[in-house]
């Protein structure tokens, strides 16, 4: 291997003692023995450290820390260099993160990086600490993994953070199935910067202009080839032949029909019932619409080519003020990408072609639903399944919980928040009451529900709600449970090991401790998770019920919960949805407990090989890959008697300079922005989905 040492103009050597390359009071030495290991073992093995990472823990990690009330400034130095051994037969994919502050979480405060080290090869790996040139800065969660001459590859990065007050860094995996050994020369700090190139970053088509793979077009000639190869592709491969015109088990027992969807309970598992009486498992794929908008304001020249004025395609252009997370590159004049290569593909009659398109793939590829976030009247038109997407929208009162990704949770408490459920089911149910094509109602999205392995997470939204003050409708409702519970301020303190003056005290913003105290605490927060959890679900339920009874009400896709509020939403949802990226299914034996279906709202797979910069929330080896681990999830997770279905996320991938709002840019599509299916992941779709029910009906 190629030795690191002369390659750096300035160095700073992590493994060892560790000289900053600024001078200040903070710097302390790190040598190997003050690491902290999770599930993970160390042994020097010549000047490096050879890791063995567990596969018991989800985050196996080796984590080194600045001394207590300490930092760490590495301003001067901006780029991280790794060089890495892996000894095994398989790839190995690990992740590095650099933390400025004790609070951050792997979103604030910190950089996160990910790469994969090959069978049996030693590589050379950099990690650019600054933001400054970073895919953030740039408006896209990762940028170019092109090799940067001697300071290695590039590291997948997203994330920003000071570098003149370090605290902390790791290296750990995500998640993993078995262990895996990496040997790790000493990690050195480099002042050489390490950056992509910016400037004209996409093709006029939106795809990556520095590198080439199988189906990327090149001149606009290509799609009207590509287009008639998936047309005889499309006829070659009908619907699978045991499907009713729902997407129904033909082959299965004839039940009653309702003209609408249902669920039941059949030889100890669940299904849902289709229109016409057939068992019905929601096999489907999200966010089918046309419509991948990019940011162009301001990054004008990451792009090769975009449309003048008086072009026909300037007509995608539009303007977004949406930005969920914070930076000026996320919101802006905007480009459809996909929309403008669908002109360019089908003609002007392009919307109706799409839509057209996108029922046939679907069926060829064995798939039944349209998805959430999908365009609702396409499906409605063609009497194809779909489900409707709803939430509460408007000026109510929220509570933290400390897992507030998307934002505060609704206080469903507030009477502001039952208002816009109404407004929001009532203009939905005016499309959708009478539609036997709807399959039911999901309404909001990865709300935060909080949830963790500490009180402080599990019980985030009890820990919220009492940091609020008296004008919170929730912390109002928290307050009379203890009353009605302890009478007295006394009594309380009491149970709680605290020493409260009054009930007005704790009215005021209230921080609880961390661990809670005494166990009678910890079951008041629990409590109270179950009582806000039942408030906001039957707010939902009961407002669905009296606009449109028709259709089920299928959940508000937990990302993150605890099982205190999965049980309170089992009272009144009628099938209990999750995003669930990682599959672990020990993970949600609970739920299966809880006597409702479970569907999928979410799951994905994404790799590097065709032009993107990201594999998203699971990134695998390829394409092949992809597919592979599509059919391998749908095995497992229709394997399981209470899982009625899961929904691939998403139709189209994002696009490669990142999506208005949040930058996310995933190689996540069944098709590219160009709208080319990927051939890997359709055929395997295409074996697994054609098997599905005879899948579900032999679970146990």
């Known amino acids: 291997m190629k030795n690191l040492l002369p390659v750096v103009a300035a160095m700073v050597v992590l493994f060892g003692t560790l000289t900053a390359p600024k001078a200040n009071a903070a710097t302390v030495g790190l040598p190997f023995g003050s690491a902290n290991l999770t599930d993970t073992t160390t042994v020097r093995k010549g000047d490096g450290l050879s890791t063995v990472f567990g596969a018991s823990n989800p985050w196996p990690n080796i984590r080194w820390n600045a001394p207590e009330g300490s930092s760490w400034d590495w301003s001067g130095t901006p780029t991280m260099l790794l060089a890495i051994t892996n000894p095994g037969r398989e790839d190995v994919e690990f992740y590095v993160r650099v933390d400025d502050d004790a609070s951050a979480d792997g979103m604030k405060h910190c950089v996160t ?35 940067v001459g001697e300071l290695g590859t590039m590291m997948l990065a997203q994330g920003s953070l000071d570098p003149h007050h370090i605290v902390a860094y790791q290296i750990f995996r995500a998640r993993p199935k ?9 990690i050195a700090l480099t002042d050489k910067t390490a950056s992509p190139r910016y400037d004209k970053l996409v093709d006029r088509y939106g795809q990556y202009s520095r590198a080439n793979w199988p189906g990327k077009v090149h001149d606009d000639k290509d799609f009207s080839a590509q287009a008639a190869l998936e047309q005889a592709d499309l006829k070659a491969h009908p619907a699978p032949a045991n499907r009713d015109k729902w997407g129904g088990w033909l082959d299965g027992p004839q039940l009653k029909a309702t003209g609408f969807f249902r669920t039941e309970k059949r030889d100890e598992k669940w299904w849902l019932v289709d229109p016409e009486g057939r068992l019905f498992l929601s096999v489907g794929v999200d966010c089918i619409r046309p419509n991948e908008s990019t940011v162009v304001q301001g990054r004008e020249s990451m792009f090769a080519e975009l449309p003048a004025a008086g072009d026909p395609l300037a007509g995608f252009y539009g303007s977004s003020t949406w930005q969920a997370l914070p930076g000026s590159q996320y919101s802006g004049k905007t ?36 998805g959430n976030w ?40 507030d009477p502001e928040f039952a208002a816009a459920v109404d407004r929001s089911i009532k203009q939905k149910a005016r499309d ?28 985030g939204l009890s820990y919220g709600t009492l940091s609020l003050d008296a004008k919170s409708p929730a912390k109002a409702a928290f307050v009379e449970l203890l009353k009605s519970r302890y009478t007295t ?34 079951k008041d927060f629990s409590d109270f998770l179950g009582v806000f959890s039942s408030k906001y679900f039957e707010v939902v339920s009961s407002t669905i019920k009296r606009y449109d009874p028709n259709h089920l009400y299928l959940g508000c896709r937990f990302a993150w919960y605890a099982p205190e509020e999965v049980a309170a939403s ?56 992809r597919g592979e681990r599509y059919a391998a999830y749908i095995r497992d997770v229709l394997s399981e008697p209470a899982f009625v279905g ?19 840019n995933y190689n996540i599509g069944f098709v590219s922005i160009t709208d080319t299916p990927y051939p890997e992941i359709v055929a395997a779709a295409r074996a697994v989905n054609a098997k599905v029910y005879d899948i579900h009906g032999a679970a146990k």
């Open 646 to 664: 899961a929904h691939w996320f998403q139709y189209a991938d994002e696009p490669t300079t990142g999506r208005y709002g949040d930058g996310e």
């Open 113 to 147: 990086a990910s790469a994969k080290v090959s069978a049996g090869k030693s590589q050379q790996f950099a990690l650019a600490l600054s933001s400054a040139n970073g895919p953030d800065a740039m408006g896209m969660r990762f940028g170019p993994t092109s090799p």
């Open 178 to 186: 078995e262990s895996a050994t990496l040997i790790f020369q000493p």
């Open 570 to 625: 089992a009272k009144y949802v009628d099938v209990i949805s999750f995003n669930i990226y990682h599959w672990d299914r020990n993970q949600y034996l609970f739920a299966e407990k809880l006597g409702k279906p479970i569907i999928i709202g979410e799951f994905h797979f994404g790799a590097l090989d065709r032009g993107m910069f990201s594999g998203g929330l699971v990134p695998v080896k390829d394409q092949m890959a």
């Open 432 to 459: 959708v009451k009478d539609d036997a094509a709807c399959v039911g109602y999901f309404v909001d999205n990865e709300l935060s529900w909080g949830g963790g392995e500490t009180d402080a997470l599990h019980y």
């Open 374 to 413: 999908s365009n609702e009247s396409a499906p409605r038109e063609r009497h194809f399944p779909y489900v409707a997407t709803a939430g509460a929208w408007g000026n109510f009162a929220r509570v933290p919980s400390g897992v507030d990704y998307w934002g505060k949770m609704p206080d469903p408490f």
């Open 335 to 370: 480009f459809n990408l996909y929309g403008a290569n669908l002109q360019r593909k089908y003609g002007t009659a392009w919307e109706a072609a799409f839509c057209d398109n996108a029922a046939s793939r679907l069926r060829s590829w064995g798939f039944n639903t349209f």
């Open 489 to 522: 301020i006394g009594k309380l303190n009491a149970a709680w090991g605290v020493s409260l003056a009054s009930w007005d005290e704790l009215m005021a913003p209230y921080k609880a401790s961390s661990p809670l105290a005494t166990e009678v605490q910890r």
